[in-house]
C-alpha cells in the first residue's frame, strides 16, 4: 500500500496515482505540464489587488443585502 504521489492523501494499491491525480496526470499528458499549470495559477491563485477587490465586492454585497425578518432587532414589547 502506498501513498499517492501527488497529493500524497490517497491510498493507492496497484499504482502509484489515486483516481483523481491519474484524471489530473492524464490532462497533463494531454495539454502539457506547463499549460495545465499556467491554467491552475490563473485560474486559482489571486495576487494582493485582486484579493483587495474580492473583499471590496463582498463588503459591497453585504451592505446592499436586504435585511430580513430574522436579522432585524426584536423591540421589547411594552405595555399601556
Do not use: H, W
Amino acid at each position: 500500500m502506498f501513498q499517492c504521489y501527488l497529493c500524497e492523501k490517497e491510498s493507492c494499491y496497484v499504482s502509484y496515482f489515486c483516481d483523481d491525480c491519474r484524471e489530473i496526470k492524464n490532462i497533463m499528458n494531454v495539454y502539457g505540464r506547463k499549460e495545465v499549470l499556467d491554467i491552475v495559477k490563473t485560474c486559482t491563485m489571486r495576487n494582493k489587488s485582486q484579493i483587495k477587490n474580492k473583499i471590496e465586492m463582498v463588503k459591497k454585497e453585504q451592505e446592499s443585502a436586504p435585511v430580513t425578518r430574522s436579522q432585524k432587532k426584536k423591540e421589547p414589547l411594552t405595555k399601556m
